[in-house]
Each structure stands twice: as structure tokens, then as C-alpha cells.
């Protein structure tokens, strides 16, 4: 009696081992390759932190329904050492050889363009919140698509609030790095500015990765410009303030493409950073309803939590594909990737990250909020309706600012 | 059969071998082949005018950067064909070997090293600059999704430079070059056109250079300054030389191989501490072996484990 | 004519800093013959040291400046005496690729250590300027402008004028004769490396205050210190200054009169045009 019993229990507890978990079909998997080392890490990072954030989110509200059955969001990512070689061959591997489901994006439009070439060369489809450049967007490829605004938009809501503020800047300088993404800000911004009746006093193109802006601030400040517009990388601008202030350079005002939005930009200058402008196209407002997070404003604070800092829009950028694609394939019922590209392609709903949608050529369309860094707040000053607070403008010279106390990190 | 009738049959045998690799392996599999038989090519071109001639050329990387530009442009920008391209881009790197190798080549030691890594920032930095080339944002190519070709292509061109390295083996130019690394001023005195010859190794250097970076750029299908003038890959191409074996004919490829192999495996499993290791592998190996594998190789019977010891007994202060 | 102004002293200040990062280079190649492909990721470190002995000590960094040297002298020795020294006698292309092999080691473990975010050394009185007619002179800069002279000059002695320098050039030249002597070369090498090493973290503390500081900006200044060391010339110690000036000015008039991408361009095309004409340098002996 005692031995049937036994092997009785033997057998339960040797069939509750061996059977299944409760998930009832395979994970559905994401690959990336990600800047984790290298130059661009200070920002790649955001990406890894935020993709693993949202399919930790997405997996503990139920998972992705596909038919009948619920499956989970897992991800692979590899560290391309800010590489870009290295970065296409490591999305050739997770296609062919770790035969991910579908494809996220890495941080920058360069990389960005040279791996879309992967997701179309298999058909695989690659949703990226990292490149804005029109260029990633031209090549009629039908697998891309980008969830950062279109680069040569980025200054449209800046430009536009210049017009309206008192008195009105007379001319402008426009610097930006040579790279892709800031020559299409460049490209897209002089018309905007010429449109508004501003004039381009001062229109320079400047090395990527430049340390030295003493010739570029001294023209500024010799030719008495009003307002300084920079299209440029995070470190290239913290050059620029820094020396800025060495050399007494205080325009009435100075608006920024990247730094303004992110927490570790603002800790490094300290109070210098104030008055800087910037745009972004997120803000962590409760007016950003999502399914899986509530809204951006939870996000944000669970983000925050998590990691140790504030999420910006890159962050955003990133969750917001995981979320694209958790919402794709629902509505496609199935993971087949052709059917699923059709589904990206066609989404339109809400999430913490505004309205997904993208047009026809793969990228999303958000209008860009002017920010200003007030006392070390980042502060929305202008949106698609106007005034939202008022910018602390003009910008006063360096030896009249009040000292705020310096924020140290 | 004697041992060098040996040798070449089972050197073709590899070389076959090699050849049917994108037949029976897989995407990722063809897609490093192509990438490790291209650095190959690199080391193996450094080794004519670094471990043949003796003068170490920090600047490699410009004969590359001029092959891709090569194809890149006449590809992106005049949508001529790529063997158009290919011929572009040597006919660039032959010429500044010429107009740039004259002054640079009198230069000796630590000095010609540093020179030609001068040429290669500063070919990076006026590239940059130069409209056609698609300034800093470089240029895209017409996609090709035909990784055999490449495979092929590059492997044949590793065939060519190791035949042209073997050729310099057995003739005349060949033991110019040997004599001027050994003693040059001897071999000056003995006859040999030191001038001419340096040119030469340094033109034929930066042909098969061009030749791989032309392919490259043409299977990446985008470039830009920053990646084609790669001080990195520079400095790759001469420790995958110099871990093989400079001076030999096979050396350089070995080592690209096996260098090639640890570094795609570490990227691959333990991404995060891939690039330390490369750092530590390299810093162990001239330490510890620094006349390469191919010494190693011929050493270690007669030495045993006491090869390593003598080397840095041998070389320390 | 007051932007001109300007932009020459902008370039003077520069080539201030420029001689720092270079003198710790020039210092072991031209005494040592050890070409170190890593000393612009030693400036780095000792960036990083600067920024917590400010950031959690609130040390200033000027005044911190000798804790700095002092550190970076003692790492510098160890990675002489430990690592270096198996290499000096093989043939000189291997120390350009054990110092490669060093300065990727550093850079990646840095960003293990330090993270990718970048760090400013931000003292109160860190944008503070002094105005001179229309021309703006920043401190910090003429501060360590002050500090490359001061150093350059305190080299030149060093190693012309006292025992321990001409002890550490005699070795240098000939080995056999200093050990006869009962000098102890390894010592001695170890010693002028660390040197080197401190004179690169009293630039990494510099640079810190004036620019920003990651993991990778090591691979960019050692290019730069190179430029600087031979076009100044590494026979001669007040080399650096000459070559940092003259770089500062063709840099920043580059800056000014092409284009502002033609920054790097004028550096190194200077570089290449000096390694033709007169590769010992503008101060150095021809060769």
C-alpha cells in the first residue's frame, strides 16, 4: 500500500516537473543592437533600460493576445560597441541565426540607416525610436519605421514662438554638426527661419565631436546675434555653454536640439544650464493615457523608481515601439512578419508617447514642445496652442545672473 | 610526395574548402567569413611593407578608406558599375602611394609610423569636408543581397595577395625588400633601387588594401569618414600581422583568422566584455609572444614552455 | 580687428593646454623612446580623479593638483615597472602596440567604473573672465596657461640641470654605461614614465574644468598630443609649448577663416607638412 502511494506521489511530482508553465504559447521575441559601450552609450543605455521596462510592463498586464492565446514579450539585445559595422552584423545574426520575431532600433540615424538595410533585406519589420533623419525615411524601404519626429522639424515650434516674443530677435545664428541627422535639422530650419522673416546672421556648419566653438562664439558675440540656434550632440553643447560663458557670449536667447530634456546634461553644467531652450517631442504629462502604464506620468515616476533617473524622450521613444508592436500584432492575430508590418503600418492609438502613428514613408509625425531650463526645472514654455508659461527671456548677461545655488550632482 | 608539393596540395585543399563555406553554412556563419577573409586580406597586405620591408605603416587605413570611397562614389554618385568602382578606388590608393610615399618613405623607424598615421587623420579630416564624398554623412550605396558573391570575391582576393606575398618570396623585388628591412643602407650599397622598391611594396600594400575596402564598402552599403578611415582597423590589420607572424607568407592570415574568431565569439556570448578582452589578448601576446604564431610555432618544439619565459627574458629591461 | 584679437588669443590660451597633455607624451618618447598610444586615456583618468576629489571632497582642482600627480605618478610607475619594462628592448613597434593594447583596457574598464555619463570639474569660479579692452581672457584657461610654462620650464631644468634628469637621459641613451655607473635602469624608467603619467593627470584635471570628461575621449588627445609633441619637436623639452601654441592659433584661425569644419584638417595636414619638411620638429636638432 505504502509503495503504490509512494510511486503514486513519484509520479505527480515527477509529471508536475516536467509539465509545461502556464504561458500556453512560445515568447514572442524582440532583437536589438544596442549602444552599450562605446561613445554613443550615454544615451544607448536609455534604449536598453526602456525596451526592458516595457516588456517587463506588457508581460505583467497579461502578455500580447495573438488569436486565441496569450504569449509573452521577451528580448535579446547585444552591445554593438558603438560600431555601426558591428551593428549590422550583429542584426544579420539575431534575423538568421537567433531568429528573433521582430526588430527594434539602436540609438542614432547613422546606425539607423545602415541597419534598416538588415530588417529590409529579410523583411523583417524594425520599429526604431533612435534616427530622425529624412534620410532613413527617402529610401522607400517598406520594413523601417521611426518613432522620433522628423529631424528637419525639430526647430518648427522654436522658431515659431520667436516670432512671438518681446522684443523679437533680429537676426539668428544657425550651427550644426556635420553629421546626418543635424544637416537635416539644418536643411529643414532655413526655410522655417526665412519663412518667419528672421535673418541667418551666422550659418555654420561644425565638426561633429568639436571641442573648440571659441572662434564660432567670438563671431557671435562680435556680431551682436540675438538669438543662437545648435543642432548638435550632448557633449558638443555642453562644450558651448561652458565656453560660452568663458568668453561672455550671452545671446538673448539659445535653443538646443539634444542636452535640455536629459537629467545628466542638466547635473553637469549645473546652473549654467539655465535659460537654455530645447524641444521634445514627449512630456511626462498625466494627459498621456496608456493601456499598459495608465499614463506618461506613471510611467515616468515607475521609470524613475526602477533605474535611478528621469526618463526623457528617448526613453519614451523606445518604450513606445515595444508598445507599437505589442498593439501590431494584436491587431494583425497573428506574428507572421509580413502581416504584422501591415499592422505597424496601419496602427494609430494612444500610449504614454502621444499618438502612434506613421506616415506613409515609415515615420511618425509629433509636433515638437519648446522647453527652457528654469532653475534647473525643465519647464514647457511653447506648444501646438501657443504659450503655455511664460520663457524667461531675454537671456541676462553671465555676471548678472542670479546664483541659484549650484545644483551638484 | 616531398613535403613542398605537400604543402601547396594542402593549401588548395583549404583554399577549397573555404570555398564551399556559403554552400553548407548559415547567413551569420558567411557574413563573419566574409568579414574575417577581408581583415586577412588587410593583414596580409600590411605584411609587405611592414614584415617584408620593415617600415611599419600606421596608415593602411587611408588605401582603405580610398578603395571605398572609390566604389562609393562612382556606385552612389555616377551609378557606374562596381568593378568601375573597383578600379576607381586602387587607381586612388596607387596614386597617393606614389605622390605621398616618396616623402613619407624617407622617414625611418617610429617616425614613418607616425607620419602615416598623420596621412590617415588627416585624409579623414578633409574627406570629410569634401562635397562629393557626401561630406561627414557619407554616402549609401545601391543595396546587393548577395553575400556569396561577396564571400567569394573576398576569398579570391585573399588567394591573389598570398600568391603576390609567396611571388615576393622567391624574386628579386622580394629579397630587395628583405634586404632593405634587414640593413638598408647595405642594400643601397649592394645595388638595390631602395627608393623604388619601398614605393613599389608600399603601392602594392595599398592596392590590395583598396581592393578589400572597395568590397567592403559595397557589402556594407554604407560609409561614411569616421568607418572608412578606421584608425582602428588599422591598428587591427597590424596585430593580426604581427600575431601571425610578419615575414612569413601564411602568418598574417592565421592570425587574422584566430584573432578574427575570438573577437567575433566574445562579441557574440559576452558582449559587454568584449572589446576588454581584445585589449588583454593583445597586451598578453607582445609580452608573450611578440614574433607571432608562426614563431611560436616553429619554436615551441625545441623551447617548450620556456618560449614564453625567454621572450621576455629576452626583451625586458 | 578685435575678433582677431580674440581668436589669436583664444588660440595662445589653447595651446596652453594643448603643452600640458603633450609634455607627459614627449617627456617618455623623446627621453624613453616609448611611444604611448594610451596617454590621452591616462588624461582621462586622471580627469576622473580630479572630478571626485571636487565632486565628493570638494577639493578645488587646482589645489588638488599635486593629490593628482602624486596618484597618477604612482599608477604610471607601477605600469612601467609591471608591464612596460618587459617590452623596452624589443623593437619599438611592439611598445606602440602594448600601449594600444593598454589603452583599450583602460577605456573599457573606465566605463565600467565611471559609466558613459560625462562629468564636468565645475568650480564656482569656473566661466569667471577678465576683460582687457575689447578682448576677453576666460581664467581657468590663463590659469593653465600659466601652469604649462611653469611645468615646461620646471622640465627643461629637471632634465638638463639636475642629477636625477641627467641620470634618467644618460640611461636612456645607453644602457650598459648607466648600469656600470650602478644606476638601476628599471628604477629609473619607472620613475620618468610615472612622471609622465603625473604631468597627464595634471592635464586630465585641467581639461576636466574646461571641457568635459567620458570614457573615450583618450583615442582624440592622444592624436592631438602627438601633433603637438612633434611638430614642437621632442629633442627639446620647451618643445610642447612651441608646438601647443602654434597648433592653437593654426586651429583656431582655421576655425575662423575656412570653415568650421576644417579644425582637424589644419592639425593634422601641419602634422604631415612638419614630418616631411623637418621631422625633428620646429625646437628639435635636425635628425
Known sequence: ?409 | MTKPRLAIVATALVVLLLAAIPWFGSDVVVQFGISTLLLAVLAQSWNIIGGYCGYPSFGNSTFYGLGSYGVAIAMAQWNLPFAVGMCLGAALAVIFAFLLGLPVLRLKGHYFAIATLALALAMTAIVSNVGIAGQNIGLVLPPLNNDFLFYELSLGLLVIATLVVFWLTKSRFGFGLIAIRENEEAAAVMGVNTTLYKVLAFALSGLFTALAGGIHAYWITFLDPDSAFDIGLNVKMIIMAVFGGPGSVLGPVLGAFVLSAISEVLASEITTVAGLFFGVVVVAAVVLMPRGLADLSRRFKSEGWRYFANNIKNYRL | MALLAQVLLNGVLLGGLYAIMALGLALVWGVLNIVNLAHGAFIMLGGYLAWHLFTDLGIDPFLGLPITAVAMFALGYVVQRGLLNFVVRAPMFNTLLITFGIEVVITYLAQLAFSADFRTINPGYAGNNVKLGSVIIPEVRFIAFAVAIVLTLGMWIFLLKTRLGRAIRATAQNLVAARLYGVEPRHLYAMTFGIGIGLAGIAGSLYGAVSQINPYIGAALTAKCFAISIIGGLDNPLGVIVGGIVLGVIESLALLYVGATFGDVASFCVLVAVLIIRPSGLLGRTA
Not at chain 1, 562680435?222 to 568663458?246: C, M, P, W, Y
Not at chain 1, 512630456?283 to 498621456?288: F, H, K, N, R, Y
Not at chain 1, 495608465?294 to 526602477?306: H, T, V
Request: net charge neutral; hydrophobic share 40%; glycine share 8%.
Open chain 1, 1 to 409: 500500500m505504502l509503495r503504490i502511494g509512494a510511486s503514486v506521489a513519484g509520479c505527480l511530482l515527477f509529471a508536475s516537473v516536467l509539465a509545461p508553465s502556464v504561458s500556453s504559447a512560445a515568447d514572442i521575441t524582440l532583437g536589438a543592437s544596442v549602444q552599450l559601450t562605446g561613445p554613443l552609450a550615454n544615451t544607448g543605455r536609455y534604449y536598453k533600460d526602456a525596451y526592458e521596462f516595457a516588456v517587463d510592463q506588457i508581460n505583467k498586464k497579461g502578455g500580447v493576445k495573438v488569436g486565441n492565446q496569450q504569449s509573452n514579450l521577451s528580448l535579446k539585445i547585444y552591445d554593438n560597441q558603438s560600431d555601426v559595422n558591428l551593428s549590422v552584423r550583429q542584426y544579420t545574426q539575431l534575423v538568421s541565426q537567433d531568429k528573433v520575431d521582430f526588430l527594434l532600433g539602436p540609438f542614432a540615424s547613422n546606425f539607423a540607416l545602415a541597419d534598416s538595410a538588415v530588417s529590409e533585406k529579410y523583411k523583417i519589420p524594425m520599429v526604431q525610436g533612435g534616427g530622425a533623419s529624412d534620410q532613413i525615411f527617402s529610401r522607400k524601404f517598406k520594413y523601417i519605421f521611426g518613432t522620433l519626429a522628423p529631424a528637419s522639424d525639430y526647430f518648427g515650434s522654436t522658431v515659431t514662438m520667436m516670432t512671438k516674443l518681446k522684443p523679437e530677435p533680429k537676426n539668428v545664428a544657425l550651427l550644426y554638426a556635420d553629421d546626418a541627422f543635424d544637416v537635416s535639422v539644418a536643411t529643414g530650419t532655413r526655410p522655417l527661419l526665412k519663412k518667419a522673416g528672421l535673418t541667418i546672421a551666422l550659418d555654420e556648419r561644425y565638426s561633429s565631436n568639436a571641442t573648440d566653438f571659441n572662434s564660432l562664439l567670438s563671431r557671435i558675440r562680435s556680431a551682436n546675434i540675438d538669438a543662437v540656434l545648435v543642432a548638435g550632440h550632448e557633449t558638443e553643447i555642453l562644450n558651448f555653454i561652458r565656453q560660452a560663458k568663458s568668453l561672455s557670449v550671452s545671446p538673448k536667447m539659445y535653443s538646443f536640439t539634444v542636452g535640455v530634456p536629459s537629467a545628466d546634461f542638466r547635473n553637469a553644467l549645473g546652473a549654467d544650464a539655465d535659460y537654455a531652450f530645447g524641444m521634445t517631442a514627449w512630456l511626462p504629462s498625466s494627459a498621456l493615457k496608456d493601456q499598459w502604464f495608465g499614463d506618461a506620468a506613471q510611467f515616468a515616476q515607475a521609470y524613475k523608481a526602477k533605474f535611478g533617473y528621469e526618463p526623457d524622450y528617448h526613453a519614451a521613444s523606445a518604450a513606445a515601439d515595444v508598445e507599437a508592436f505589442a498593439q501590431a500584432i494584436e491587431n494583425a492575430g497573428t506574428t507572421d512578419p509580413q502581416k504584422v508590418r501591415d499592422a505597424v503600418a496601419k496602427l494609430n492609438f494612444e500610449s504614454l508617447y502621444g499618438t502612434i502613428a506613421f506616415a506613409p514613408n515609415g515615420q511618425i509625425n509629433l509636433p515638437q514642445t519648446v522647453i527652457q531650463i528654469q532653475g534647473n526645472q525643465v519647464v514647457p514654455v511653447y506648444g501646438k496652442n501657443g504659450f503655455i508659461q511664460q520663457p524667461k527671456y531675454p537671456m541676462p548677461p553671465w555676471n548678472e545672473r542670479v546664483a541659484s545655488g549650484s545644483a551638484k550632482p
